[in-house]
Protein backbone atom coordinates (compact mmCIF):
# COMPACT_ATOMS: atom_id res chain seq x y z
CA UNK A 1 0.00 0.00 0.00
CA UNK A 2 1.94 3.23 -1.61
CA UNK A 3 -0.40 5.50 -0.11
CA UNK A 4 0.07 3.97 3.33
CA UNK A 5 3.82 4.37 3.32
CA UNK A 6 3.53 7.89 1.91
CA UNK A 7 1.27 8.46 4.73
CA UNK A 8 3.71 7.16 7.27
CA UNK A 9 6.54 9.99 6.26
CA UNK A 10 4.47 12.40 6.93
CA UNK A 11 2.54 11.55 10.49
CA UNK A 12 4.05 8.14 11.25
CA UNK A 13 5.78 10.49 14.61
CA UNK A 14 2.11 11.16 15.62
CA UNK A 15 1.58 7.14 15.99
CA UNK A 16 0.76 5.94 19.34
CA UNK A 17 3.21 3.01 20.36
CA UNK A 18 1.12 0.36 22.24
CA UNK A 19 -2.17 1.40 21.33
CA UNK A 20 -3.85 -1.76 22.35
CA UNK A 21 -2.42 -1.88 25.83
CA UNK A 22 -4.11 1.26 26.63
CA UNK A 23 -7.36 0.15 25.25
CA UNK A 24 -7.15 -2.64 26.97
CA UNK A 25 -6.85 -0.90 30.17
CA UNK A 26 -9.83 1.53 29.53
CA UNK A 27 -11.57 -1.91 28.71
CA UNK A 28 -10.26 -2.97 32.04
CA UNK A 29 -11.83 -0.38 34.20
CA UNK A 30 -14.35 0.48 32.01
CA UNK A 31 -15.53 -3.11 32.80
CA UNK A 32 -15.36 -2.68 36.98
CA UNK A 33 -16.93 0.66 37.19
CA UNK A 34 -19.84 -0.39 34.71
CA UNK A 35 -19.59 -4.31 37.07
CA UNK A 36 -20.04 -1.70 40.35
CA UNK A 37 -22.81 0.36 38.84
CA UNK A 38 -24.46 -2.59 37.32
CA UNK A 39 -24.62 -5.34 40.73
CA UNK A 40 -23.61 -3.12 43.55
CA UNK A 41 -25.17 0.57 43.03
CA UNK A 42 -28.03 -1.23 40.42
CA UNK A 43 -28.49 1.79 38.43
CA UNK A 44 -27.09 0.93 35.03
CA UNK A 45 -26.42 4.25 34.04
CA UNK A 46 -23.12 4.45 33.26
CA UNK A 47 -23.36 1.88 30.44
CA UNK A 48 -25.81 3.85 28.78
CA UNK A 49 -23.47 6.89 29.12
CA UNK A 50 -20.86 5.23 26.80
CA UNK A 51 -22.78 4.06 23.86
CA UNK A 52 -21.72 6.15 21.11
CA UNK A 53 -25.78 7.31 20.42
CA UNK A 54 -25.30 10.94 17.60
CA UNK A 55 -28.31 12.82 18.79
CA UNK A 56 -26.97 12.51 22.54
CA UNK A 57 -23.43 13.79 20.89
CA UNK A 58 -24.77 16.33 19.23
CA UNK A 59 -26.45 17.87 22.30
CA UNK A 60 -23.70 18.21 23.94
CA UNK A 61 -22.09 14.65 25.26
CA UNK A 62 -18.88 14.30 23.18
CA UNK A 63 -17.59 11.75 25.78
CA UNK A 64 -19.58 9.16 23.81
CA UNK A 65 -17.07 9.59 21.07
CA UNK A 66 -14.38 7.96 22.88
CA UNK A 67 -15.82 6.20 25.71
CA UNK A 68 -18.09 3.49 23.47
CA UNK A 69 -14.73 2.08 22.27
CA UNK A 70 -13.98 1.11 26.36
CA UNK A 71 -17.27 -0.56 26.25
CA UNK A 72 -15.54 -4.36 27.85
CA UNK A 73 -16.66 -7.24 25.59
CA UNK A 74 -18.12 -8.80 28.30
CA UNK A 75 -20.13 -8.72 31.48
CA UNK A 76 -18.56 -12.07 32.75
CA UNK A 77 -15.62 -11.69 34.80
CA UNK A 78 -13.55 -14.82 33.86
CA UNK A 79 -14.89 -14.20 30.31
CA UNK A 80 -13.50 -10.64 29.78
CA UNK A 81 -10.04 -11.31 31.51
CA UNK A 82 -9.26 -13.49 28.76
CA UNK A 83 -11.15 -11.63 25.78
CA UNK A 84 -8.81 -8.32 27.20
CA UNK A 85 -6.34 -10.60 27.30
CA UNK A 86 -6.36 -12.20 24.03
CA UNK A 87 -7.02 -8.79 22.30
CA UNK A 88 -3.43 -7.07 24.21
CA UNK A 89 -1.83 -10.30 22.48
CA UNK A 90 -3.69 -9.62 19.31
CA UNK A 91 -3.11 -5.71 19.00
CA UNK A 92 0.71 -6.42 20.16
CA UNK A 93 1.38 -8.87 17.34
CA UNK A 94 -0.35 -6.64 14.79
CA UNK A 95 1.81 -4.24 15.78
CA UNK A 96 5.07 -6.24 15.59
CA UNK A 97 4.12 -7.16 12.19
CA UNK A 98 3.20 -4.17 10.44
CA UNK A 99 4.53 -0.95 12.73
CA UNK A 100 3.08 1.21 15.15
CA UNK A 101 1.60 3.79 12.46
CA UNK A 102 -0.03 1.17 10.30
CA UNK A 103 -1.89 -0.38 12.83
CA UNK A 104 -2.79 2.55 14.31
CA UNK A 105 -3.94 3.39 11.02
CA UNK A 106 -5.88 -0.20 11.06
CA UNK A 107 -7.85 0.76 14.27
CA UNK A 108 -8.41 4.03 13.58
CA UNK A 109 -9.90 3.38 10.24
CA UNK A 110 -12.25 1.43 12.12
CA UNK A 111 -13.16 3.88 14.93
CA UNK A 112 -14.09 6.05 11.96
CA UNK A 113 -15.93 3.96 10.08
CA UNK A 114 -17.90 3.29 13.22
CA UNK A 115 -18.52 6.84 13.84
CA UNK A 116 -19.65 7.65 10.29
CA UNK A 117 -22.26 5.42 10.32
CA UNK A 118 -23.02 5.79 13.74
CA UNK A 119 -23.99 9.56 12.30
CA UNK A 120 -25.16 9.40 9.09
CA UNK A 121 -27.43 6.26 9.75
CA UNK A 122 -28.70 7.72 13.40
CA UNK A 123 -27.82 4.34 14.74
CA UNK A 124 -26.07 3.62 18.37
CA UNK A 125 -23.19 1.40 17.92
CA UNK A 126 -20.55 -0.15 20.47
CA UNK A 127 -16.90 -1.45 19.76
CA UNK A 128 -17.88 -5.06 19.15
CA UNK A 129 -17.28 -4.82 15.24
CA UNK A 130 -14.30 -2.99 15.66
CA UNK A 131 -12.62 -5.93 17.56
CA UNK A 132 -13.52 -8.23 15.54
CA UNK A 133 -11.78 -6.42 12.81
CA UNK A 134 -8.53 -6.92 14.86
CA UNK A 135 -9.27 -10.29 14.79
CA UNK A 136 -9.78 -11.26 11.32
CA UNK A 137 -7.05 -9.28 10.35
CA UNK A 138 -4.69 -11.35 12.92
CA UNK A 139 -6.34 -14.74 11.78
CA UNK A 140 -5.49 -13.70 8.34
CA UNK A 141 -1.95 -12.99 9.46
CA UNK A 142 -1.34 -15.85 11.20
CA UNK A 143 -4.49 -18.40 10.14
CA UNK A 144 -2.23 -21.56 11.74
CA UNK A 145 -2.02 -20.08 15.43
CA UNK A 146 -3.75 -21.96 17.71
CA UNK A 147 -5.73 -21.15 20.56
CA UNK A 148 -6.77 -23.63 23.47
CA UNK A 149 -10.49 -23.55 23.59
CA UNK A 150 -11.96 -24.44 27.59
CA UNK A 151 -7.62 -24.65 27.78
CA UNK A 152 -8.02 -28.28 26.37
CA UNK A 153 -9.20 -28.32 22.85
CA UNK A 154 -6.42 -26.62 20.17
CA UNK A 155 -8.29 -24.76 17.77
CA UNK A 156 -6.58 -22.92 14.44
CA UNK A 157 -7.50 -19.08 14.37
CA UNK A 158 -8.23 -19.84 10.55
CA UNK A 159 -10.92 -21.53 11.77
CA UNK A 160 -12.61 -19.32 14.15
CA UNK A 161 -12.31 -16.51 11.68
CA UNK A 162 -14.45 -18.44 9.64
CA UNK A 163 -17.17 -18.48 12.61
CA UNK A 164 -16.79 -14.84 12.84
CA UNK A 165 -17.20 -14.37 9.15
CA UNK A 166 -19.92 -16.74 9.25
CA UNK A 167 -21.13 -14.20 11.87
CA UNK A 168 -21.22 -11.29 10.08
CA UNK A 169 -22.55 -12.73 6.84
CA UNK A 170 -25.66 -13.85 9.16
CA UNK A 171 -25.39 -10.17 10.76
CA UNK A 172 -25.81 -8.52 7.67
CA UNK A 173 -28.81 -11.14 6.14
CA UNK A 174 -31.09 -11.24 8.92
CA UNK A 175 -29.79 -8.29 11.12
CA UNK A 176 -31.74 -5.37 12.16
CA UNK A 177 -30.49 -2.04 9.22
CA UNK A 178 -28.43 -0.52 12.19
CA UNK A 179 -26.85 -4.29 12.62
CA UNK A 180 -26.13 -4.36 9.00
CA UNK A 181 -24.60 -0.87 8.67
CA UNK A 182 -22.26 -1.54 11.29
CA UNK A 183 -21.25 -4.77 10.58
CA UNK A 184 -20.21 -3.46 6.57
CA UNK A 185 -18.79 -0.67 7.68
CA UNK A 186 -16.67 -1.62 10.59
CA UNK A 187 -14.58 -4.31 8.74
CA UNK A 188 -13.71 -1.90 5.86
CA UNK A 189 -10.36 -1.66 7.12
CA UNK A 190 -9.63 -5.64 6.66
CA UNK A 191 -10.54 -5.06 2.86
CA UNK A 192 -8.56 -1.37 2.52
CA UNK A 193 -5.63 -3.79 3.68
CA UNK A 194 -6.14 -7.29 2.69
CA UNK A 195 -8.18 -6.71 -0.47
CA UNK A 196 -5.76 -6.20 -3.03
CA UNK A 197 -3.85 -9.33 -1.42
CA UNK A 198 -7.45 -11.75 -1.94
CA UNK A 199 -8.01 -10.19 -5.04
CA UNK A 200 -4.43 -11.23 -6.66
CA UNK A 201 -4.44 -14.58 -4.49
CA UNK A 202 -8.22 -14.95 -6.30
CA UNK A 203 -6.11 -14.15 -9.86
CA UNK A 204 -3.46 -16.61 -9.25
CA UNK A 205 -5.67 -19.43 -8.30
CA UNK A 206 -7.60 -18.82 -11.34
CA UNK A 207 -4.63 -19.12 -13.67
CA UNK A 208 -3.14 -21.83 -11.64
CA UNK A 209 -6.83 -23.71 -12.02
CA UNK A 210 -6.59 -23.03 -15.79
CA UNK A 211 -2.96 -24.14 -16.27
CA UNK A 212 -3.68 -27.28 -14.89
CA UNK A 213 -6.60 -28.16 -17.19
CA UNK A 214 -4.68 -26.90 -19.76
CA UNK A 215 -1.72 -29.30 -18.81
CA UNK A 216 -4.16 -32.05 -18.72
CA UNK A 217 -6.03 -31.44 -22.20
CA UNK A 218 -2.58 -31.49 -23.59
CA UNK A 219 -1.54 -34.95 -22.41
CA UNK A 220 -1.77 -37.55 -24.62
CA UNK A 221 -4.94 -39.79 -24.19
CA UNK A 222 -2.78 -42.97 -24.80
CA UNK A 223 0.45 -41.71 -23.23
CA UNK A 224 1.74 -44.46 -20.63
CA UNK A 225 4.26 -44.22 -18.25
CA UNK A 226 5.47 -48.14 -17.94
CA UNK A 227 5.64 -50.78 -20.74
CA UNK A 228 6.69 -54.31 -20.47
CA UNK A 229 9.67 -54.44 -23.40
CA UNK A 230 8.05 -58.58 -23.85
CA UNK A 231 4.67 -58.24 -23.51
CA UNK A 232 3.89 -54.72 -24.47
CA UNK A 233 1.98 -54.76 -21.32
CA UNK A 234 0.96 -51.23 -19.89
CA UNK A 235 -0.62 -49.55 -16.48
CA UNK A 236 -3.54 -48.73 -18.47
CA UNK A 237 -3.57 -52.61 -19.04
CA UNK A 238 -3.93 -53.41 -15.97
CA UNK A 239 -3.59 -50.60 -12.99
CA UNK A 240 -2.54 -53.22 -10.74
CA UNK A 241 0.33 -54.33 -13.00
CA UNK A 242 3.90 -53.34 -11.71
CA UNK A 243 7.26 -52.97 -13.35
CA UNK A 244 10.41 -53.54 -13.08
CA UNK A 245 14.11 -52.53 -14.49
CA UNK A 246 16.47 -55.48 -15.37
CA UNK A 247 20.01 -54.71 -13.72
CA UNK A 248 21.57 -57.13 -16.02
CA UNK A 249 20.38 -55.73 -19.27
CA UNK A 250 22.73 -52.80 -20.91
CA UNK A 251 19.77 -49.76 -21.22
CA UNK A 252 16.51 -48.38 -19.16
CA UNK A 253 14.61 -51.41 -20.33
CA UNK A 254 11.40 -52.29 -18.20
CA UNK A 255 9.06 -55.64 -17.51
CA UNK A 256 6.04 -56.65 -16.07
CA UNK A 257 6.70 -58.77 -12.68
CA UNK A 258 5.68 -61.90 -15.22
CA UNK A 259 9.15 -61.28 -17.49
CA UNK A 260 11.04 -59.23 -15.37
CA UNK A 261 12.84 -62.82 -14.36
CA UNK A 262 12.30 -64.28 -17.87
CA UNK A 263 13.66 -63.25 -20.12
CA UNK A 264 16.84 -62.70 -22.37
CA UNK A 265 19.31 -60.28 -21.10
CA UNK A 266 19.61 -57.37 -23.52
CA UNK A 267 23.40 -55.86 -24.17
CA UNK A 268 24.34 -53.18 -26.00
CA UNK A 269 26.03 -53.46 -29.85
CA UNK A 270 29.31 -54.23 -30.07
CA UNK A 271 29.69 -50.69 -32.65
CA UNK A 272 27.96 -48.96 -30.16
CA UNK A 273 30.29 -50.02 -27.33
CA UNK A 274 33.39 -49.20 -29.88
CA UNK A 275 32.34 -45.71 -30.79
CA UNK A 276 32.33 -45.06 -27.34
CA UNK A 277 35.61 -46.22 -26.61
CA UNK A 278 37.18 -43.67 -29.57
CA UNK A 279 35.55 -40.83 -28.24
CA UNK A 280 36.66 -41.74 -25.11
Sequence with gaps: MKWLNKLERVLGRFAIRNLMTYIVMLNAVAFVL?????????????????????????????????????????????????????????????????????????????????????????????????????????????PNYELLIFFVLPVKVKYLALIDWAFIAFTILVGSMSSKLTAIISIINFFIFFGPDILSGAKGNRQVHQNRQRFRREIPKDLTYHKCTICGKTEKDDPALEFRYCDKCEGDYEYCMEHVKNHEHISKPSNVIEFRNKQE
Design 34 to 142: IYLDLYVLQTGILYSKMVLIPQLVLRGEIWRLVTFLAIPPSFSLMWVFFTLYFYYMVGGALESEWGTFKFNAYYFLGILATIAVSFIFNVAVTPIYINLSLFLAFARIY
